[in-house]
């Protein structure tokens, strides 16, 4: 330690499993050196009548100003010595540490107390050769029916109107503006779809763009809605329709040669067989994923994981943006925590678990892991491979995927060193688990990070 390098006495007290309290006191000659230093620039930037620049008497600037740099100097002092003293005992805080500080005094050495949260010193056990259930595969007809259609809709083509007016099974792009009994609507770019079934903002106007021309540009109509508040009572709507684009929804017939175009199937037979095995592998792979839920699950009950404060609160915060995302904000954000806290708990807890068996296993997260992951997530969404990663490296989210990659390698050690026992599940079996303690992707950082 060089002279200049400033000194602190400090003790940890470990309040509990995840509390920690640092009790630091600062001899006065480094409190004395921050004040002339803090004086100093003072008396070089204030200026006082009847004194030139930096010759203010050092007593007059502490009368006027005293207890103003005493506090600067003080939450100096303590920002300084904190993150020293958390570098030299390895302590990682996740949350702000509550800071009890005494004034300066002079001739005095500076005292002040922190109590921080850090993750807790979990040493796992029993977690090999455990007996976990996983379900069966299993898929429907129906849903192979639901793949087909939806395969249906990926070759459905739309093509431009020409030589006849609107009908049947065609989709027109629109804006609408007007009054709903006095009150202003303002819609834009809703797609209309016409005929059976068809998918509009408002009941009532599919009807009315049909038989229309192409070409047509403002159309002016009146429309009887449906009042949803009282049953039997319409509300009337008087609407500007302006027709930005018209065009014709050309579904493929289910034959086999759309098979075919499909690139899946030399007949019709064959794609759906293809669809069925591509449904029965997605479904394997969600039952593994949940025979790993199970399984840590199961873990915790015999591994005693205390759950930190500060990680709960932050899990909470995700899992309520994500429900009101999701299903709007209808619900009040307090009674939404309420109803969560037990689940993010538990999401906290096994993340806490997970980690600590990671650690133990010295499970490694290598670069070419990493950059296989981000091409993944860039195959995923479309984007270049490249862009994706300069934008987390920049947003500093790199280590995130670092740490998903980590419990996913960590989980499948688990996995692969269990008693699994393929059958159908119980009703208390199947029952939720381990969910969203960890997240589908890269984007949503671990509880612990």
Do not use: C
Request: aromatic share 4%; charged share 35%.
């Amino acid at each position: 330690m060089t002279e200049s390098e400033p000194s602190y006495q400090v003790s940890v007290e470990r309040v509990s499993d995840v509390e920690r309290k640092l009790a630091v006191e600062i001899p006065w000659d480094q409190v004395k050196g921050r004040l002339d230093e803090a004086y100093g620039e003072l008396s070089r930037g204030v200026t006082i009548k009847g004194f030139r620049r930096g010759k203010v008497p050092r007593r007059m600037l502490e009368q006027m100003f005293g207890q103003h740099v005493n506090k600067e100097v003080a939450e100096r002092l303590v920002r300084e010595s904190m993150a020293k003293a958390l570098t030299d005992n390895e302590l990682a805080p996740l949350s702000e540490p509550e800071v009890d500080q005494e004034d300066i005094s002079d001739g005095k050495e500076f005292k002040y107390s922190a109590v921080l949260q850090v993750v807790p010193e979990v040493e796992p056990k029993d977690y090999f050769d455990q007996e976990v259930v996983q379900r069966p595969p299993k898929v429907t007809d129906e849903q192979v029916d639901a793949a087909l259609a939806a395969k249906q809709r990926e070759f459905t083509e739309f093509r431009p109107i020409e030589g006849r007016n609107t009908e049947d099974s065609d989709t027109v792009l629109v804006d609408i503006m007007g009054k709903v009994d006095g009150q202003p609507l303002d819609l834009q770019n809703r797609l209309v779809e016409l005929g059976q079934g068809a998918d509009e903002p408002l009941p009532g106007l599919a009807e009315k763009l049909k038989d229309i021309k192409p070409e047509e540009q403002d159309l002016e109509l009146a429309l009887e809605i449906p009042d949803p508040q009282e049953q039997g009572k319409v509300r009337t709507a008087q609407l500007l329709v302006s027709v930005k684009d018209v065009k014709e929804k050309v579904v493929p017939e289910l034959d086999d040669e759309f098979a075919k175009d499909t690139g899946e199937g030399e007949t019709l037979e064959e794609l759906k067989e293809k669809l069925r095995k591509d449904l029965l592998e997605a479904d394997e792979r969600r039952a593994r994923e949940e025979a790993k839920e199970r399984l840590v699950a199961k873990l915790l009950e015999h591994n005693e994981v205390p759950p930190v404060p500060a990680l709960v609160d932050r899990q909470l915060e995700q899992m309520v943006r994500m429900q009101q995302i999701l299903f709007g904000g209808e619900q009040a954000e307090g009674e939404l925590k309420e109803q969560m806290r037990a689940e993010a708990e538990k999401v906290v807890r096994s993340a806490l678990l997970v980690g600590a068996i990671a650690k133990k296993e010295n499970v490694e997260v290598h670069d070419a892991d990493v950059e296989m992951k981000i091409a993944e997530m860039a195959s995923a969404r479309q984007q270049n491979v490249a862009k994706l990663r300069s934008e987390y490296e920049k947003q500093g989210r790199l280590e995130q995927v670092r740490s998903s990659i980590r419990e996913e390698k960590t989980l499948d050690l688990l996995i692969s060193k269990s008693n699994i026992i393929v059958r159908e599940l119980t009703e208390e079996e199947a029952s939720p688990g381990r969910e969203e303690a960890s997240a589908p992707e890269a984007d949503q950082a671990s509880p612990v990070e």
